[in-house]
């Protein structure tokens, strides 16, 4: 079946660290793999995409890239702020059966000054 | 603004009572989804509708209905709440089944206590 593991947390930071929140995923065939993010009392927007192997999905200053010999999409920022502050999802659209999101259980990041 | 509306925001019910949790999108959308969120278990897929006149079960389908009333709008029901069904709930759309190209589109959600 499908699923999404991600790293546990809660992830704490001082501003401009180095952050990574590591994904591994199981799927058939070829999934397309996404990052979510969820600010405090809102709905989850997506801050990037990849969709096929070695692809790598970027915005905003953060980074993963589709590596599908780990089966892994660690999401990665070089240097965070307090406004990246929320709750970050791994997910995965599977290429076959119902074509919908399978998320991971979400990483808390607090990012202090 | 373009997005999705979920009314009401906030919600107290007692057990055995029922309700309806509204969305709407505005954004021309054909998939819509409805979600809950519990701690510890991520997001989890209620119902969809890959397009409008259609719904389809996702992985937690029991204690709930939904309609697809027309393209823009996609409600969920609670017809005998419980408390397993406390959650924040979620509606999203997307511009086809699965969102591949510009990802769903998710409203600010429905904080839902059953007592």
């Known amino acids: 079946g499908n699923s999404v593991t991600q790293m546990e947390g809660p992830v704490t930071l001082s501003e401009e660290a180095f952050l990574t929140i590591n994904c591994t995923y199981t799927?058939?065939?070829?999934?397309?793999l996404f990052w979510y993010v969820q600010y405090p009392g809102e709905g989850l927007q997506l801050l990037l995409k990849?969709?096929?192997?070695?692809d790598k999905g970027s915005n905003k200053g953060f980074e993963a890239t589709y590596r599908k010999e780990t089966t892994s999409f660690h999401l990665e920022k070089g240097s965070v702020q307090v406004s990246d502050s929320a709750v970050y999802f791994c997910?995965?659209?599977?290429?076959?059966?119902?074509?919908?999101?399978?998320f991971g259980t979400g990483t808390r990041l607090t990012v202090i000054p | 603004n373009a997005g999705v509306t979920q009314t009401p925001k906030f919600q107290v019910l007692k057990t055995g009572q029922s309700m309806t949790l509204q969305c709407a999108q505005d954004?021309?959308?054909?998939?819509m989804y409805w979600y809950r969120q519990d701690p510890g278990m991520g997001l989890r897929l209620i119902y969809y509708?890959?397009?409008?006149?259609?719904?389809d079960k996702g992985e937690v389908p029991n204690g709930y209905n939904v309609s697809r009333l027309n393209k823009r709008e996609f409600s969920l029901r609670l017809e005998s709440a419980a408390p397993s069904q406390t959650s924040v709930y979620f509606c999203?759309?997307?511009?086809?089944?699965?969102?591949?190209?510009?990802?769903?589109?998710f409203g600010s959600g429905t904080r839902l206590t059953v007592v």
């Open positions: 999203a759309s997307s511009e086809a089944l699965g969102g591949v190209s510009y990802g769903y589109t």
């Open positions: 799927a058939t065939g070829y999934p397309s």
């Open positions: 990849a969709t096929k192997a070695d």
């Open positions: 997910a995965l659209r599977s290429q076959t059966g119902a074509n919908n999101l399978f």
């Open positions: 954004m021309n959308h054909n998939s």
């Open positions: 509708s890959a397009s409008e006149g259609t719904t």
